[in-house]
């Protein structure tokens, strides 16, 4: 079992940038593909990204292609997301999730973080 705790969310304006950070416990985080999903007010929950065990194959949905980018470091149980020109319909709650299994990189995963709100204005 694996639990995942994001952080640096924020207020930014459009054209900014913004890094987020998901950090899991235990010791087989390499073991783990990781994703981030996101969730705006009224809508449902959406896939951004995804990257697998060692890092060497990642997916983005076409909203953010060329403008975020997924990493990880094992070394440190952490992913990240880098978010570049946020435009305000990045606005939502992103949350990183956690699942031993790449078949299916879009959508299913076992453990999910809390959330970090992420508000881009105009």
């Known amino acids: 079992q694996v639990q995942l705790v994001e952080s640096g969310g924020g207020l930014v304006q459009a054209g900014d940038s913004l890094r987020l950070s998901c950090a899991a416990s235990?010791?087989?985080?390499?073991?783990?593909?990781m994703g981030w999903f996101r969730q705006a007010p009224g809508k449902e929950r959406e896939f951004v990204t995804a990257?697998?065990?060692?890092?060497?194959?990642?997916y983005y949905a076409d909203s953010v292609e060329g403008r975020f980018t997924i990493s990880r470091d094992n070394a440190k149980n952490t992913v990240y997301l880098q978010m570049n020109s946020l435009k305000p319909e990045d606005t939502a709650v992103y949350y990183c999730?956690?699942?031993?299994?790449?078949?299916?990189?879009?959508?299913?995963?076992?453990?999910w973080g809390q959330g970090t709100q992420v508000t881009v204005s105009s």
């Open positions: 990257i697998d065990w060692s890092g060497g194959d990642t």
């Open positions: 999730a956690a699942d031993r299994d790449f078949t299916d990189p879009t959508k299913k995963y076992d453990y």
């Open positions: 235990g010791r087989t985080f390499s073991s783990y593909a």
